[in-house]
């Protein structure tokens, strides 16, 4: 499940995702590298600085309940690495661009 856009095409091996129609770009950032058919999790960048989280959606009440969501907003899941790969490389381009 995709939040926040529709896509057109997806590419996940560290290419972007588009809108057919020219809404908005994505940029892979995160996530399974090896995946194929875009339907891994995955961490996108937008062209406005926003994220977009592709992730298994949540549909357990409870967890629902403890998120208390406002209209229009949903909430997925993803593996902790997907995050913490992106911010670990983000960490080290910037220590390293600190020389």
Excluded at 41 to 64: F, K, M
Excluded at 74 to 88: D, G, K, M
Aim: aromatic share 10%.
């Amino acid at each position: 499940m995709t939040v926040g856009v529709r896509f057109g095409s997806i590419e996940c091996d560290g290419g972007a995702a588009d809108d057919a129609w020219g809404q908005m770009m994505l940029r892979w950032l995160s996530g399974e590298g090896s995946c194929k058919n875009g339907t891994c999790p995955t961490l996108w960048g937008t062209e406005d600085g926003h994220y977009v989280v592709q992730g298994y959606g949540i549909t357990d009440p409870a967890r629902l309940a403890e998120l208390n969501l406002s209209v229009g907003e949903t909430a997925v899941e993803i593996p902790a690495e997907v995050l913490e790969s992106y911010f670990r490389t983000r960490l080290e381009a910037y220590l390293s661009a600190q020389g």
